[in-house]
Nanobody
Framework: QGHLVESGGGSVQAGGSLRLSCAASADTYSNYCMAWFRQAPGKERERVAVISGDGGTTYADSVKGRFTISKDNAENTVNLQMNSLKPEDTAMYYC??????????????????WGQGTQVTVSS
């Protein structure tokens, strides 16, 4: 079974930008639903964005217009460009993959493989 490794987290001021990257060990992952989730202390893990095998994307309402998910099949990576960051975006961000489901599910239980997470902290 393959794995996912996130990178690109850090600390920024409100209004700043960060780009998260998720490197997949298996190139077949690009054929499935690949998502970014986040979890803030004391809160449920929520799906932020997902990209399907055919490139379709879905975003949480809270990040629409600010975040962009994309994938690079040649590099086996899924990226999350985060602009106009807000303090409420502070969380641990995880990438995950769900196999053989359509449409891409919103709930964490449907995602079989997870990365270790990368911390994003936005200060006001």
């Amino acid at each position: 079974q393959g794995h996912l490794v996130e990178s690109g987290g850090g600390s920024v001021q409100a209004g700043g930008s960060l780009r998260l990257s998720c490197a997949a060990s298996a190139d077949t992952y690009s054929n499935y639903c690949m998502a970014w989730f986040r979890q803030a202390p004391g809160k449920e893990r929520e799906r932020v964005a997902v990209i399907s095998g055919d490139g379709g994307t879905t975003y949480a309402d809270s990040v629409k217009g600010r975040f962009t998910i994309s994938k690079d099949n040649a590099e086996n990576t899924v990226n999350l460009q985060m602009n106009s960051l807000k303090p409420e975006d502070t969380a641990m961000y995880y990438c995950a993959v769900a196999f053989d489901v359509w449409p891409c599910p919103p709930h964490r239980v449907a995602y079989a493989i997870w990365g270790q997470g990368t911390q994003v902290t936005v200060s006001s």
